[in-house]
């Protein structure tokens, strides 16, 4: 039931680009994204409550495409303190997470 | 401060011996949940609740029991704890989930887990 992120890991060097997947199974309201770095609790990056929404931190963006139950989180000229790991979260009637994607930023 | 709190923060304990983790908010949220957080399997839901006397079960209830009483308190209970149960858990708070979801989940610092 949770959804299905994708890569589960990647590797950058600083300035170069990314894009996190997250699928999921169910129909949802809303996806959320957040991200975690080691020994914190997970931080909110951003909601996205309408289908084809797409919305931006920094150079952090995010879509969802409420048709085929996706969003995906797109990272741009990372810096080092994007490292961590990142989850996407459905709305439904509960808040379900995804398994995580680990991401190193590297100088 | 807007804040949700979890006590205690690190626990070491022994098969059997019944515990509970307290977790309360101050944003007068409807929605809370309890997540445990392994190696690899991400944040997994164990039960929420989306508002008080309404809890429900989530992925991984199993050896675990919730509460809700007030608005503010959600405490997780583990009736006899068992090795398979030593995580990292969370408990996070919203102001409402589903259809008319407004906003983020905000995070207590988490909950250590060990038992022996």
């Known amino acids: 039931q949770q959804p299905v992120q994708s890569p589960q890991a990647v590797i950058l060097r600083e300035g170069e680009d990314a894009v996190i997947n997250c699928s999921s199974s169910?129909?949802?309201?809303?996806v959320h994204w957040y991200r975690q770095k080691h020994g914190e609790a997970p931080v909110f990056l951003m909601i996205?409550?309408?289908?084809?929404e797409q919305k931006g931190h920094d150079k952090i963006s995010a879509s969802f495409n409420e048709k085929k139950q996706q969003s995906s989180l797109y990272l741009t000229a990372s810096q080092l303190s994007y490292s961590g790991t990142y989850f996407c979260s459905g709305s439904a009637r509960q808040l379900t997470f995804g398994s995580g994607t680990q991401l190193t930023v590297l100088p | 401060e807007a804040q949700v709190t979890q006590n205690p923060r690190y626990l070491i304990t022994v098969t059997g011996k019944k515990l509970t983790v307290t977790c309360s908010q101050n944003?007068?949220?409807?929605?809370m949940s309890w997540y445990r957080q392994d190696p690899g399997l991400g944040l997994r839901q164990i039960y929420y609740s989306m508002n008080v006397e309404v809890t429900d079960k989530g992925d991984v209830p199993e050896g675990y029991k919730v509460s809700r009483k007030e608005k503010r308190n959600f405490p997780l209970i583990l009736e006899s704890p068992s090795p398979n149960q030593t995580s990292l858990y969370f408990c996070?708070?919203?102001?409402?989930?589903?259809?008319?979801?407004?906003?983020?989940?905000?995070f207590g610092e988490g909950s250590r887990l060990t038992v022996l």
């Open positions: 169910k129909a949802l309201y809303s």
């Open positions: 996205l409550l309408k289908g084809g």
């Open positions: 996070a708070s919203s102001l409402r989930i589903g259809a008319s979801s407004t906003g983020e989940l905000f």
């Open positions: 944003m007068n949220h409807e929605y």
